[in-house]
């Protein structure tokens, strides 16, 4: 799973296999790790919509069994949903992640979606 930061906005992108552990009723973990401590990030499946929340060093993500569900099943390609902030809201986008059509060399593609932008 891949996270993306900006601002008041959280991406996560995620492999196949990862979808299907989402679909499965799994959670997805990554982390990065850096001097003084490591960030973890989890999407999981549980409670209503789509939830944030920033606890222990972890950004905790969650969607609810029923957008889990039609996500993995079908051609959808994100969720979207918001957190709200005292001043605003944090703004939440999960995406399947596709095969990219000009990929940096040695990027490893293994796992990621068929891009529907590709002609076979």
């Not at 401590?37 to 993500?61: N, P």
């Not at 969607?63 to 959808?76: E, H, K, V």
Request: proline letters at 4%; charged letters at 25%; aromatic letters at 4%.
């Amino acid at each position: 799973m891949k996270l993306r930061l900006l601002e008041d906005s959280i991406r996560l992108r995620l492999l196949e296999p990862e979808v299907e552990a989402i679909a499965a009723g799994r959670d997805v973990v990554g982390k990065t790790s850096m001097p003084g401590g490591t960030l973890f990030y989890q999407l999981s499946v549980g409670g209503r919509d789509v939830q944030a929340q920033f606890v222990d060093s972890t950004i905790e993500v969650s969607i609810s069994n029923d957008i889990a569900q039609r996500w993995a099943a079908t051609d959808q390609v994100s969720i979207r949903g918001v957190a709200p902030l005292d001043d605003g809201e944090t703004s939440i986008l999960i995406e399947k992640d596709f095969t990219c059509i000009n990929p940096a060399e040695g990027e490893d593609q293994t796992g990621t979606f068929a891009n529907p932008n590709v002609q076979h």
